[in-house]
């Protein structure tokens, strides 16, 4: 057993788990936090990305003692408030989920590939080609492609009219 | 949200709570002093079980028990059944062989539960289900099905001589030879249908509850139709009667037919809940997934397509040998039968068809409906014969379809449909024109100037969904009536719920349904909600899968708002002392035809709880049920375009342009129909192109990961499928629809694989057409162009 103490959605929490057990089962069992899916087990499908120190990751390839001391957010703490985030939005907006059970993971990716390549800077192309690790089986991608191109334009006027 | 009606792109009222991460998903579930299950599988495609050891396991920190198929079978556990009973062509009924949640004596596929450990904790289990010692003898496996039907291969079934589940047939096999006697041109070809696994993006998962005071179970479990899991776990496995038993089939995530079923894992946690005297939950994993959720497809067939001197098609002779796997899932004998054979007539006047189908047990994983369901086997084996006839005759692909187009309606074919309404040139013309046809042979020579093959192909797939007249099913073997119910309660404030049999797992039920009821009262969507997928709160219903649950489930939503409408027109008229012909609803308020006299909604409920002043003889409340069973299949259809560049130095695909113009009847949020389409045509082109559930001599899945086994990604797609739908209106439901889950995968498959074999020049290509296969068809293509 070891100690593990981080911040999750920007509360600091801590406790006792498996030397084995894994950030996704910590999330979801200790902190109760149910919306980050675990959908293959070998890192394909994507269903289980949080951010890690502001960097996408694969929840269910990390032991959760190897995010001791790191800022942790997942799904459930990307909204301000009743305030959605613009790719939340967006993926409303566009009809970009079905079942609804890929959708956090899709987000979460989505979110730091804006970060990464900065809002605005998206095309369409791109935005496939990054969506490599994240699998969904019901929508096509289609609509969530289009979700994340005009989340990451709709952020681009967002940070322009801030300046 | 507003007043948001027929016809409207309404945004989802579901959304939030996805995006948001707040979905409640089988496995999101918990409830105190739960264990967890982890099962004991087969490491062998056909073994006999020698002993099973599990004292080690025991001795394991956290460890229950393991139980074994051994005390499932004295507890009276039942075996799991097909529920669709299909006769061969002597009369004799299906061979149905035995299969037990867990198996004691025989285990007859990789993946097969043994013995299920229940522990602390998920990884406490696992550990101990590898410490479960089972002793095996080996037996010879079979996994090919046209050799499983060979003499001296290995048997899987005593009650299925020579493996063979059944050898039925459809239409009139002397009417077809004749045809065939008188051809001017005959096509033939072997077809063979890949198999493939689902893949909902959620696994299969179950969380069963027993209350020893009131000796009542709780299973929430991932499942397109809880009430039918209710009925087959009482009635034929004895887990529960049906009045202590509860299902909850809470957010699911994806099904495409796949969690239509009553698998073993649902079934013996439900029996361990009470046996161990604690509540059990079960989670797939991945892998487990790939070995014990049914498979679609893989179907091996010979066609023969007779044509008279002046293109007409004449008469049209199938073989096909379907392989079921292991074991009969629940509905499995409907697919490569009922389901299939029945629309080989695809659009066409087709005067005479004969279809026989075999099928066969191996050792393999169940194969059941998958999202299409026999439909996709139909028009994949028909539309390559359209393709391929065209081009043996030297005629345009498009009119040689045409020509052959089926134009008045009804229409009875040879094997038993009875077409309703249909406008097929409609739907040709529009998907010519997307894509530009006429401009095709520009296109070719651009891409062959770029040392690329362009190819085109065409899919004119008709399908039948809105399963279905009870009677008529019940004729046809199945167990089961396929209507479908709903109760619409109106409080006594006016805002409404909806209880419905359907489940929505995706396809966004709680807004498509809650609009039919914002347009009939004129009412705020958020005024309505939809209850489904809990047997305790809604009555029976059947259930969601062969897109059904517009035509089906929101025509008995229709049938019971027509009563609440009636009972609320009655209270109107008499509170505001007018004759209930002249009331009217409109915007929310009920109106006296030509006056300003006006109840609103909430006041006409309100009057119906307070029961004050209600005409003489009425009884108190707002609140209607309805059966609703359907008179006849609906008739979606359309066509396919695919337009591809294939690379003849790599072998690689790339689909440059896909248009599928629809007719789905009418249509109540076109942007959720469009994600439909997106859905169906991408795990269609999965089939084309990448998807293939692969077992090696032995009998092991080598495809059993997401590694292995190849799903479409966002860069496998073409950057925009063109969409359009055209409406006939379906004449046999009060709304007019059709159904829309399924034509995607059901029409995409053959367009693909047209364009293909059109771009290289080769027609021995099956799916899926991996660059390698494509690679070595264009070598041998090069290789008899230069010889």
Not at chain 2, 385 to 411: L, Q, V, Y
Not at chain 2, 460 to 480: N, Q, T
Not at chain 2, 727 to 745: R, V
Request: glycine share 10%.
């Amino acid at each position: 057993m070891a100690h593990v103490s981080m911040s999750v959605n920007g509360k600091k929490v801590s406790g006792q788990v498996e030397d084995r057990t894994l950030l996704v089962n910590f999330i979801r069992e200790t902190r109760n936090l149910t919306g980050t899916h675990v959908g293959c087990d070998t890192s394909q499908c994507g269903a289980c990305v949080v951010h890690v120190n502001g960097k996408a990751v694969k929840s269910c390839t990390l032991l959760a003692v190897q995010a001791d001391g790191a800022d942790v957010v997942t799904i459930e703490g990307l909204a301000n408030g009743a305030n959605l985030h613009p790719v939340q939005a967006a993926f409303r907006e566009h009809h970009g989920l079905q079942c609804g059970f890929c959708t956090p993971g899709m987000i979460m990716s989505a979110v730091d590939m804006i970060n990464r390549y900065g809002p605005g800077n998206l095309d369409e192309k791109t935005i496939r080609h990054e969506l490599e690790g994240n699998i969904c089986r019901c929508t096509g991608y289609q609509n969530i492609v289009k979700a994340i191109k005009a989340a990451s334009d709709e952020m681009a006027g967002m940070q322009q009219a801030a300046e | 949200m507003g007043v948001e009606g027929i016809g409207a792109r309404a945004r989802r009222k579901e959304d939030k709570r996805f995006i948001t991460g707040k979905g409640k998903y089988t496995d999101d579930m918990t409830v105190p002093g739960m264990g967890y299950a982890a099962f004991v599988r087969s490491p062998h495609a056909h073994a006999k079980i020698v002993s099973i050891d599990a004292s080690a396991a025991l001795d394991m920190p956290g460890v229950d028990a393991v139980l074994t198929g051994e005390q499932l079978v004295g507890d009276g556990i039942g075996n799991l059944i097909c529920g669709w009973m299909i006769h061969s062509k002597d009369g004799s009924p299906m061979n149905m062989g035995a299969w037990r949640a867990l198996e004691p004596e025989i285990v007859r596929h990789v993946g097969q539960a043994v013995a299920v450990v229940v522990a602390d904790t998920a990884a406490q289990a696992k550990d101990a289900a590898e410490a479960v010692m089972v002793e095996y003898e080996e037996l010879d496996a079979v996994i090919d099905p046209v050799a499983a039907l060979e003499e001296g291969a290995p048997q899987l079934h005593p009650e299925a001589p020579n493996n063979l589940i059944y050898d039925w047939e459809i239409g009139h096999e002397a009417a077809a030879n004749a045809a065939f006697d008188s051809a001017a041109h005959v096509t033939t070809m072997e077809i063979h249908n890949n198999r493939l696994a689902p893949n909902p993006m959620e696994p299969r998962a179950a969380l069963a509850v027993y209350d020893t005071a009131e000796e009542h179970y709780t299973l929430y479990t991932t499942s397109q139709n809880p009430h039918v899991a209710r009925l087959v776990l009482s009635a034929f496995y004895n887990v529960a009667p049906e009045h202590k038993l509860r299902v909850i089939a809470p957010d699911v995530g994806g099904g495409f037919g796949s969690k239509i079923y009553i698998y073993p894992e649902e079934m013996v946690c439900l029996w361990a809940s009470k046996r161990v005297g604690r509540p059990v939950k079960w989670v797939c994993d991945r892998t487990e997934a790939f070995l014990t959720d049914a498979h679609g497809r893989d179907h091996r067939s010979v066609a023969e397509m007779a044509l008279d001197a002046d293109h007409n098609i004449t008469g049209l002779r199938v073989k096909t040998v379907a392989n079921l796997g292991a074991y009969m899932s629940l509905f499995s004998s409907s697919v490569p039968t009922y389901l299939y054979a029945t629309l080989l007539s695809g659009q066409y006047n087709i005067p005479a068809i004969h279809a026989n189908v075999k099928a066969v047990y191996t050792n393999t994983v169940p194969v059941d409906a998958y999202r299409g369901a026999g439909r996709p086997e139909a028009t994949y084996l028909l539309e390559r014969m359209m393709e391929t006839a065209a081009r043996e005759i030297g005629m345009d692909p498009a009119e040689f379809r045409r020509k052959n187009f089926i134009r008045s309606f009804p229409h009875q074919t040879p094997v038993i449909m009875c077409y309703d309404a249909g406008d097929y040139d409609t739907t040709l013309d529009a998907a010519m024109k997307a894509i530009d046809y006429a401009g095709f042979p520009a296109r070719k020579a651009e891409a062959a100037s770029r040392g690329k093959l362009r190819g085109i192909g065409f899919s004119c797939y008709i399908e039948a969904c809105g399963i279905a007249p009870s009677a008529a099913v019940g004729s046809l073997g199945a167990g089961v009536g396929l209507w479908e119910s709903a109760e619409v309660r109106v409080n006594p404030v006016g805002t409404i719920e909806v209880l419905t049999g359907s489940h929505s797992h995706g396809q966004g039920h709680e807004t498509t349904f809650a609009q039919l009821i914002s347009e009939r009262f004129g009412l705020d969507m958020d005024a309505v909600s939809i209850v489904h997928g809990d047997t305790d709160k809604v009555q029976f219903g059947m259930g969601t899968y062969g897109s059904r649950s517009g035509a089906v489930g929101m025509s008995a939503i229709v049938k019971a708002l027509d009563k609440v409408e009636a009972k609320a027109k009655k209270i109107a008229a008499h509170l505001m002392e007018a004759a209930e012909g002249d009331i009217q609803i409109e915007g929310g308020e009920l109106k006296v035809a030509g006056t300003d006299k006006k109840l609103s909604f909430t006041e006409v409920a309100l009057a119906a709880y307070t029961a004050h002043n209600l005409p003489e003889g009425m009884e108190p409340g707002l609140k209607e049920g309805a059966f609703y069973d359907p008179t006849n299949f609906t008739f979606p259809a359309g066509t396919y375009i695919c337009e591809v560049e294939v690379d003849p130095e790599t072998g690689k695909t790339e689909i440059i342009d896909f248009v599928a113009a629809d007719d789905f009847g009418k249509i109540i949020n076109p942007m959720i129909v469009e994600g439909q389409v997106h859905g169906g045509l991408t795990q269609g082109i999965g089939q084309a192109l990448l998807e293939n559930a692969t077992y090696d001599d032995s009998g092991q899945l080598i495809t059993a990961s997401y590694m292995d086994y190849c799903m479409p990604r966002a860069d496998d797609l073409p950057a925009q499928f063109q969409l359009s739908t055209h409406e006939t209106l379906c004449p046999g439901n009060p709304l007019g629809m059709k159904g829309c889950g399924e034509a995607g995968a059901i029409g995409s498959p053959p367009a693909v694989i047209n364009a293909i074999t059109d771009a290289i020049e080769n027609n021995a290509l099956d799916m899926p057409a991996t660059p390698e296969k494509v690679w070595q068809l264009c070598r041998a293509q090069m290789k008899m162009a230069a010889e």
